[in-house]
């Protein structure tokens, strides 16, 4: 049996722990900095439900193939990454990470081991293999200490990216001509940076709700800069289905109507069905015209290719183990990587719950001890186990979201679902909102200028709805819809809307309008008819029909939409009326709530 080589180099570091490992376990942003090639991988399931991952790349004059194990990792403590070679001068790789607190910062040990296969194998590491991967990796770990202290805005020195021949000057243009649009939000030129500049593992998959928080904006501003960006020729958008597992793009397509109906995840061996509001993911990758892509992995496995993951572990057949780690209480998801099944525990007393897995199934089982995991695997197979963090969503554009955002209806008309095809939507905001006395209004005044002011009435409506995040779907006579993501983001834009209609009529000289308007909150469908995306169902009937409820001026709401938490905080500056009505289409009396256009008058004059 050949020696294992060894080398291990000792990093001082003067910030904590939590600051470092983000930085250097993202193994696939390590490896790139490090300028070690990508490479492919290919799944292969196997009849137990695990997936064997063999690695294929070309280092120099040497075609590799290997086995890559799945790397285990404990969140801000550890992570051991081991590769078993096929072919090629090495037998097996293992790269060790661990970070240990100390006063004022941590102290980071980083361990390579290397087997050789044959006599070249021994001759490179006995040339200079680790001397040079030592001056590469120290080099790197220095740059995560001075991003981690802030004194460089990157994490890495990479060398610079590939750019297609004229891309800068191509670029300088349409940063120009996205902020002549209203969607640059002085943010073009932070974008063209990103994709000129930043790691191909930052822009293989570009996330606006990520980059609203790198640069502190609204969220909507970052979406709509990205839209206004694939318009204009800098980025290109996909429609991506996320395997509920892993959360990762498995099905990849241009177009809304192109999004299959499911698709197989071969790194979970699991099929898994589209759910629009859950797993259907709007993203982003630069145009090939500027920066085409590299078509392989610098990392399949790895702590920050999948943050929500906070203990990644291989055990053996019937091996128990308890682990160090701390998690903060909160919603977590045990699982597997095998297929099986899973469970989701709210944790908020106690110690952790042991995780159990017996290869079929996985429970909760009684408390670990304080700042501990306890696991047991009760198969007769290895097992890698998974506790996840169910906040992995957060930076995720969900396609119900998208759609319901005027920038995606204005720039991308043409993106709809197949005809005679329809999605649920969980859960979603609905404004009806009517013009009172139109009808009087054409024959007091005669017919163009009712038109012109009913035109006036819908820019008014239409930029109170975008500036609160919501999308005005279509316009019926002189009504509107319009959808929101959120249920304060529809109540600020109705009190918005009164309050500008009364700042127009006092302004203007014309003829005053009164707007009558209804919310309500719940599940849908959303469909394509008449070439647009719309929404059907009992809420949309019941915002509908509860608009017809407004005497105008004031604002009529459903009890289901006023009970949301994120209202009943807003609605404490208020002092609604309850009130009930019958319904078309409603079997019972339906309850609802009323703040009176005199309210609404006295707070905008506040």
């Known amino acids: 049996m050949a020696k294992v080589h060894s080398r291990t180099w000792n990093w001082q570091f003067d910030s904590p722990a939590e600051k470092i490992w983000p930085v250097l376990a993202d193994t696939a942003r390590f490896n790139e900095a490090a300028e070690l090639p990508d490479h492919h991988v290919e799944e292969i399931p196997q009849a137990d439900g695990s997936v064997l991952y063999i690695g294929r790349a070309h280092v120099g004059p040497f075609r590799l193939e290997w086995r890559d194990r799945p790397a285990n990792w404990i969140t801000n403590r550890w992570f051991r990454h081991c590769r078993e070679f096929r072919t090629g001068p090495l037998k097996s790789l293992c790269a060790t990470f661990e970070l240990f607190p100390q006063d004022g910062g941590c102290r980071g040990e980083y361990t390579l081991e290397a087997e050789p296969a044959n006599l070249v194998g021994r001759l490179i590491l006995a040339a200079g293999f680790f001397r040079a991967t030592g001056s590469t990796f120290g080099r790197l770990a220095e740059n995560a200490r001075d991003f981690a202290n802030g004194r460089r805005p990157t994490e890495f020195d990479c060398k610079p990216p590939h750019l297609m ?74 429609w991506d289905l996320l395997c509920p597992r892993c959360q990762v793009g498995k099905a990849s397509v241009p177009a809304l109507d192109q999004l299959p109906k499911g698709a197989h995840c071969s790194s979970c061996n699991i099929d898994f069905d589209q759910e629009y509001s859950k797993n259907v993911e709007l993203a982003f990758h630069p145009a090939r015209a500027i920066r085409p892509l590299h078509s392989g992995e610098y990392c399949l ?8 993951i906070k203990l990644h572990l291989t ?42 897995a017996d290869g079929d199934s996985v429970s909760a089982g009684p408390p670990s001890a304080p700042g501990k995991v306890a696991l047991a695997n009760t198969a007769q197979r290895e097992l890698t186990f998974i506790v996840e963090e169910r ?75 975008r500036a609160h995040d919501g999308a005005i779907v279509k316009t019926i006579g002189d009504a509107v819809m319009a959808v929101f993501n959120h249920p304060p983001d529809g109540l600020r834009c109705a009190v918005r809307i009164h309050a500008d209609f009364a700042a127009f009529n006092a302004a203007s000289g ?85 703040i009176t256009a005199g309210e609404l008058a006295a707070k905008a004059g506040d």
């Open 391 to 465: 906040g992995w969503m957060r930076d995720v554009l969900t396609a119900d979201r998208v759609t319901a955002l005027q920038v995606f209806r204005d720039l991308f008309t043409a993106d709809v679902l197949r005809p005679g095809d329809d999605v649920e939507i969980d859960f979603i905001t609905m404004m009806f909102t009517d013009l009172k006395g139109s009808t009087a209004l054409y024959e007091r005044i005669g017919d163009a200028r009712s038109y012109a002011l009913v035109r006036e009435h819908f820019a008014i409506i239409g930029k109170a709805v």
């Open 165 to 238: 021949p004229g891309a800068e000057e191509r670029v300088s243009g349409l940063v120009a001509a996205i902020e002549a649009t209203a969607h640059g939000h002085g943010l073009a030129g932070k974008l063209a940076e990103y994709v000129l500049r930043r790691q191909e593992v930052d822009i293989r998959s570009i996330r606006p709700l990520g980059l609203s928080r790198l640069w502190d904006v609204p969220d909507r501003h970052a979406i709509e800069v990205c839209l206004e960006a694939v318009r204009q020729g800098l980025l290109r958008l996909r």
């Open 301 to 308: 496995f790895g702590p920050m290719s999948t943050p929500h």
């Open 510 to 594: 014309k003829e005053p309008m009164t707007v009558k308007l209804g919310l309500h909150a719940g599940r849908c469908i959303s469909v394509t008819l008449n070439d647009r995306l719309d929404y059907y169902g009992s809420a949309a009937n019941k915002a509908a029909r509860l608009e017809g409820q407004s005497r105008g001026g004031d604002i009529v709401m459903s009890r289901e939409f006023a009970d949301d938490p994120g209202i009943a905080s807003l609605l404490r500056a208020f002092s609604p009326v309850e009130a009930t009505a019958e319904l078309k289409g409603f079997p019972e009396p339906v309850p609802f709530l009323r």
């Open 315 to 356: 055990l053996g057949a019937g091996e128990r183990r308890t682990v160090a780690l701390d998690l903060p209480h909160g919603v977590y998801r045990l699982r597997t990587l095998e297929a099986g099944g899973e469970e989701t525990v709210h944790w908020d007393e106690a110690g952790f719950p042991e995780v159990i």
